[in-house]
């Protein structure tokens, strides 16, 4: 028994000798001040997925489970730093841009192996992007990203190892893309063009029925079964291309179960029965949890600024059916009283359990294209915010509520999300400090999931709202920009055709300079350029108030203390997994 | 008899075709649409809008959809496509329907077994201690909203150090091949929702069976046969509870339909991979073929339900004919 020991710790040592880690594999390393340490190998993390993902496809269906569960599948050129959320290579090894921003040159990291043995290259690289990435028809493609111009971006293979992509012109915000999932060609071409599909062919690829030996990709994890509706399994990936800091290959878990838990309440209890090894909780389940952890609950609660996570705003529609309230909104000094009586402060104690700080202006403040534009966010003033509407002639009626120019009582419909834990009382504390300076709020609640179409549909006067924040600023364009297919708060702005001129006559000076601000930025290829442009848009977004900002939320996760290396991750963002990281102890 | 069967089958289609038309125009009528859900998405571009309503053929007046899906029904047995899933409405439903019918089956029979026996016993005692408590505990079981009590029984297995806090096994289990190991882990999980849907069936059942025996304890024909002298247990069992038990077999009839609806709220808070929680999700994302698929089959199991209450009825009580 001994002697064989020996004989195994001599051909380990052999083994280790012979084949060193491969120069082709990233380590990753840096991350000390996150906690990360060196783990060891083994083990198995149960979390949990909110529903059924609809099929395995990432490019066949806009799911948020699919894309928790893709994250630990695939890769893609590039991904994202975990502390600065900088890019840095992942499957590319390295790349260039051309001077004039056109021409990127992609250098794949060699020795890459899909999850079943085949090489990665180049091909696979050139099949994903010109046969589902911008095929319009693939229903969670981007066609619309690799559009530059009104002219296709072109997709090359050099050699082997080497992929070039031609812009019509430059578009920075061209990297940030090249994060999406690449797809193994020798799987996939049966159902795209280039296989002789057709192109609508692409979507059914890989449903939730399919042998999960299919299911491949170069991730930390491959797919080893699924119970529709219940759990997917997940299993280490022996040849992933990651090693830790001291050369140990990644991923440290030999398993990843995804079990699916609609309900949040029955999340955290399988959370707190320890079916459960990780959770994302919302700041209104902190203090339970927390208090528990004090209590010597063998788990730890971790609240962290993040990047992502959308900050909720209230929005006035500058185009209400009202005529006079469209007028009014429209006045920069009625939303600069509206900002003054918002209690942010109140809010991000009340609401958010205090896990939340105040908000950016469309980037978030751990971000490196924050501009710090809190100076303009004012303080919470009830009698500024009255002695301001004074000041716009809406005089104070007999029974307390503020009158209109027509003699009608200024009130308006506020609406909200009602599934939520956040939009309520939101809502309430909104209402309730502007009943004190006359204004007349009446609620109404909706579907959250139908927030944005009814603000698209232009049906509402005033609607609280959020939207993601991105690592870049020019892949939340189609909010920000005037006339945007998200700017609903000014749909007058809008194109009278779909992909046209935008409505320049219906947009505010300051609309316009924020219009140009975009379309420059969108071509400005010069980084500190394109910083000082979006830096004088968050200045101009914070002055004016398209929207009133109200709290940035922190991200609140759990975890059991048998795990180390846990960072916060989101979860839906594609390039920026740090779960590989996560070990047994 | 057969006629008659027959005629009730042929009666169902044009009610089904009634029906699948109003929920397809409620559908219609329900603010917002499948693809709203997806406009924050940085992919989710206007052509891609327009490309997927292509696809689904949402571009299409809604008559032109519904005559395409009733189409699809009768030519090819196809029952739509799942905008969500990705895949026939069918084979989803077929997915789930195994663990429905499984809890479906098992909850309606616990129910009865307990509350026939129970409304009998409180019945012939009427002012007894036992009865007593029983009533007690029935009131608070129609009182009580199913998936409230499932929500106490998790946070009491929970405070007991239990993991069987949902779901019907443990994550280990699931997936995994049959054996005793897995079927005591499901008995574990299980005991969970029976007692939750149970509680309240069982409750209302007991009251009704209760109220049923005690009036037809109060009649002439039971006085009659106690003073020509029968038992007491032919009394009771052959002349009393067969005529009292007739309305519980057309309301067991009208309890097939809740294979589907009336136990979402106690699935998605026990985490139950049955049909409730996916109706569910179909409303809220306007998955317009899964809504009318399973609201069309639930009908049909509401009529299929009363046809055969009416054929229990005959069978059991000499009196009803049907010519």
Redesign the interface.
Known sequence: MRRLAWLWIFVVAVVGLVLPVSAADKPVRGYESLGVVAGKQGGRL?MILG??P??FFYY????SNLQALSQHLYDGLVEYNYRTYELEPALAEKWTISKDGRLYTFYLRRDVKWQDGRDFTADDVVFTFDQIVTN??A???????FMVGGQRVRFEKVDTYTVRLTLPRAAPATLQYMRLYIMPKHKLLPHSVEGGAKP?DI??AW???VDPREVIGTGPFRLQ?Y?????V?LVRNPRYWKTDAGGMRLPYLNQI?L?????P??QV??F?????GQLNLSGAQFPDLKSRQQAGAPFKVISSRTLFGSPPHLAFNFDARNPELARLFSDLRWRQAMQMAVNRQRIIDDVYNGLAELPGHGVAPISSWYFDTRSFLGKFDLQGAARALDELGLRTGPDGVRQLQSGRPLEFTLTYGTDSAVWPPIATILQNDLKQIGVKVNLQG??S??L???G?SGNYEALLLA??D?PDPE??K?IWQPGG??YYWHRTTQPAT??GEPNFAAMQPWERQVYDIWETGGTTVSRPQRKALYDKWQVLFAQNLPVIMIAKPMAVGAIQNRYGNYLYSLGVIPGYNPVPLIFQK | MLWFVARRVLLMVPALLAISALVFAVIQLQ???FL?????????????VE??KR?FGLDQPPHIQYLRWIQGIVTRGDFGY?F????PVG?LIW??LGWTVFLAVLTIACTWLIAIPLGIYTALRPRGTAATIVNLVSYLGQAMPDFLLA?LL?AL??SRG??????????DY??APWNWARLRDMVAHLWIPIAAISLEGVAGLMRQMRAQLLDVLGADYVRTARAKGAPERTVVWKHAVRNAINPLISLAGLSLPTLISSTILVS????L?TIG??LY?SL??KDQYVVTTLLLFSSLLLMVGNLLADLALAWMDPRIRYQ
């Open positions: 149960t529903d059924s609809p099929s066949g269906v806009i799911d319009p028809e229903r969670a493609g981007d066609a619309g990203a609508v979507n059914s449903p939730t029925t079964a119970v529709p509706g219940q759990k399994t179960e079990l699916i838990v609609r309900d309440e029955q209890a399988q707190l029965a320890g079916n459960v909706i579907l999931r139908t944005l179409s009814t698209l939207f993601g991105q892949l939340r189609p297919a998200l779909p992909g | 603010p917002g649409g709203t859900q997806y406009l924050e998405d940085p992919r989710f571009s206007p052509q891609t490309t997927i696809q799942s969500l899933n990705g895949r084979s997915e789930r929500l998790i297995v929970l239990g993991a069987n806090v949902g779901g019907l096994f443990s994550p699931i997936g998605i808070v026990l985490n991979p929680p996916f999700d809220l994302n």
